[in-house]
């Protein structure tokens, strides 16, 4: 019985590429499938489950990696992707098979090597699962702990982004916050996010913001002087704009010491 | 055992806090008025002008002791009691009790003795500590000064960064080699379409690559640019992307800087159609309206949902490029359309290109 194989890529000229180079490498090889996404992939894997799954890693909606983990070890996978630092590290590190785009033939025909070897010996498919998780957390951007560069919020009935930079100061109200920003004309505008400043914070830049109250977050850069009030509290003026804002005892020591 | 240890977290934290409070420039200071009042009450006491003196010397230091220890000690102050006045009555009250103990440990003192150093002391010491607390508060605004003025210049630096770093913009390789593989692709099956598709690549590319001679581009370019971006993308999507370019032809030899266009196609091909299983649209409008010129993007995809996190130096280095380019005179909006998708707008003030 010949092997079988589906292919996932959501660029169609790639998945015809991939089948003509297969068909030389391995003509004995079934391409029983083609998808367009993981979703699809997921479900060509479930009405004809080939012995072997080539995965695009970016695909729209879920992932190359994402349908990986739906077949789990139910398929030999190989991982194609174009070059990317971090998926490649990944898969050459965890000893996956994948292929990197352009694909080249001398490379593929090691590939098909190596599931023949693996089909005629019955070998069940690598156990991937660890690396999977670990391989989705690095290309998920969503997870990459970077500052946060633009805010979504409501201004009036629209809804726009705010760059961080243009934010004077943030001030929580219960579950929503406050955002005291400046449009490109440098007036100075509020706008209400749905989401906790407690939240926001450990996204925001902390050289260039600064929780100064309980219930403020102020741009270092907005300020333009702080007095000092009585007995352990300041108060920081901010840079074209009327309200002051205050220092809490806490937070007093970030304007004391160099 | 509870006992020790706390005898052994005091002995370790003491002598950075003695070395703070006896500091020596105030320790001399202290130390030249206390045996000048000693001089001083010398002059009338009955005591030898020693004793006076070292019983002087004792007050000094006591009262030095509690006006450094009363700087930080307690930490936090109640709202009633300032600090200050916590200080000085700190000091008022050490001075009788020190000069007790110096008369104590000297002997033989009078009554007459006693008096008139406690009077001398509590003359000298309550403007002494106010001059001195006048003048922390001097150098704490001076501090403070300088922080923030170390602070704006640190901005400062890290802006010229960014203006360094958007004018050497980059190819993704990831965009590179994905393109590329769909080259081979056409190639390798012999189709007419490849050698289109490979000058529009090669435009990319000379437009793409960093370009720090071209400060300046036209319109025109600028949509040259992103047409050979978008026509590479619909290779790669042909079910997946649409798009129409509309430039008024009054506007085609205005100025822009560069990747201004691109940058906002790119975003929605990126953020807004590529992440869409159906994919979408996109619409690129370049009209003058007034003395303006605006730039609008609009596509379909999938919104701004899933993009707050990802999406970001592409569109902080364009804000940055039209700030350098035309000051605050620019704008650049971005805002969620119904039913779904993004739309981006630019204006910029109408300037003739120098080409």
Request: glycine share 6%; with cysteine.
């Amino acid at each position: 019985m010949n092997a079988t194989a589906l292919i996932a890529d959501d660029e169609p000229l790639l998945r015809e590429a991939l089948v003509r180079m297969l068909a030389s490498a391995w003509p004995g090889l079934d391409i029983v499938a083609q998808a367009r996404n993981g979703r699809e992939a997921i479900d060509q894997f479930e009405t004809h489950r080939p012995n072997i799954c080539f995965l695009d890693v970016q695909m729209p909606g879920k992932s190359g990696v994402e349908a990986a983990q739906h077949i789990g070890r139910r398929a030999h996978l190989v991982f194609v992707t174009a070059y990317d630092e971090y998926a490649v590290q990944a898969f050459a590190q965890g000893a996956l098979d994948y292929l990197v785009k352009p694909v080249e033939p001398a490379r593929l025909a090691e590939t098909v090597l190596r599931l023949q070897e693996r089909l005629r010996a019955a070998q069940p498919a690598l156990d991937t699962e660890a690396l999977l998780q670990h391989l989705a957390r690095v290309l998920n951007p969503d997870s990459a702990p970077q500052s946060l560069r633009w805010l979504r919020a409501s201004v009036g009935t629209t809804v726009r982004l705010i760059a961080v930079q243009d934010i004077d100061f943030l001030r929580a109200e219960e579950k929503y916050t406050q955002i005291a920003w400046r449009d490109d004309t440098g007036q100075p505008r509020e706008a209400v996010i749905r989401t906790a400043l407690k939240e926001l914070l450990p996204q925001l830049d902390a050289s260039q913001f600064a929780q100064v109250h309980r219930s403020v977050v102020v741009n270092l850069s907005a300020v333009s002087h702080v007095t000092r009030g009585a007995n352990e509290t300041a108060d920081i003026h901010l840079k074209g704009r009327q309200e002051t804002l205050p220092v809490s005892r806490t937070y007093l020591h970030l304007f004391r010491q160099m | 055992m509870f006992y020790s240890q706390a005898m052994a977290t005091t002995t370790a934290s003491v002598p950075s806090g003695f070395r703070r409070i006896f500091a020596w420039p105030r320790l001399r200071f202290t130390l030249t008025v206390s045996a000048a009042i000693g001089l001083l009450t010398g002059l009338h006491s009955k005591a030898t002008l020693p004793v006076d003196v070292l019983r002087a010397l004792v007050v000094g230091c006591a009262v030095l002791l509690v006006f450094g220890w009363l700087e930080y000690w307690p930490r936090r102050m109640p709202k009633w009691l300032p600090r200050t006045v916590l200080r000085l009555i700190g000091i008022t009250l050490v001075i009788p009790l020190s000069a007790g103990f110096a008369f104590g440990i000297t002997g033989g003192g009078t009554g007459h003795d006693f008096g008139l150093l406690t009077v001398v002391a509590l003359l000298f010491a309550p403007w002494i500590a106010i001059g001195t607390i006048l003048r922390q508060r001097d150098a704490f605004a001076r501090e403070q000064a300088l922080e923030f003025e170390l602070q704006r210049s640190e901005f400062e630096r890290r802006e010229s960064d960014a203006r360094l770093r958007l004018l050497q913009a980059q190819v993704e390789p990831h965009f590179l080699f994905n393109t590329l593989a769909n080259v081979q692709a056409l190639v390798d099956s012999g189709s007419p379409q490849a050698s289109r598709v490979l000058t529009s690549l090669i435009a990319y590319l000379r437009a793409a690559v960093p370009r720090m001679h071209s400060q300046t581009t036209t319109l025109e370019n600028e949509v040259d640019l992103a047409r050979a971006y978008l026509e590479l993308m619909q290779m790669r999507m042909p079910d997946r992307l649409q798009y129409a370019i509309h430039l008024e032809p009054a506007a085609a030899r205005l100025h822009c800087p560069p990747m201004t266009l691109l940058t906002l196609v790119e975003n929605a091909v990126r953020h807004g159609i590529d992440p869409s299983e159906p994919g979408g649209r996109i619409d690129v409008d370049i009209w003058i309206r007034e003395d303006r010129c605006v730039m609008r993007v609009k596509d379909t995809g999938v919104g701004l949902r899933s993009v707050t996190r990802g999406l970001g130096t592409g569109l902080s280095t364009l804000r940055e490029r039209l700030k350098l380019a035309f000051g605050g005179n620019a704008q650049f909006s971005l805002t969620e359309i119904a039913p779904r998708g993004v739309c981006a707008e630019v204006s910029m003030p109408r300037r003739e290109g120098a080409s």
